[in-house]
């Protein structure tokens, strides 16, 4: 059975940093692409950023040189760093990863910017 665990989230004032985690368990971790989603309310769920087994990354334009991906394979856990936050950064932030056609979500972590 396929588990992704958010934590890190919290409230954080404009310019401020926070790092996110997901646990995985259930899959060989180190052979799985993994990504972060975020969505905000009224909003569609967006790719944030995205790290391959081989430690590709790809971020989206609108977090790109302030958000970092990474994944420690011994910990079977993926990270997001994100500096320099912003209200519009605002949302509750996802992990994922598929198996083919199948795609597995965590429950979620909120991220709230504001002063």
């Known amino acids: 059975q396929v588990q992704l665990v958010e934590s890190g989230g919290g409230l954080v004032q404009p310019g401020g940093s926070l790092r996110l985690s997901c646990a995985a368990s259930?899959?060989?971790?180190?052979?799985?692409?993994m990504g972060w989603y975020r969505q905000a309310p009224g909003k569609q769920r967006e790719l944030v950023a995205s790290?391959?087994?081989?430690?590709?990354?790809n971020y989206a334009d609108s977090v790109k040189g302030r958000f970092t991906i990474s994944r420690d394979n011994a910990k079977n856990t993926v990270y997001l760093q994100m500096n320099s936050l912003k209200p519009e950064d605002t949302a509750v932030y996802y992990c994922n990863t598929n198996r083919g056609n199948i795609h597995y979500w965590g429950q979620g972590t909120q991220v709230t910017v504001s002063s």
């Open positions: 259930g899959i060989i971790f180190s052979i799985y692409n």
């Open positions: 790290i391959t087994s081989g430690v590709t990354t």
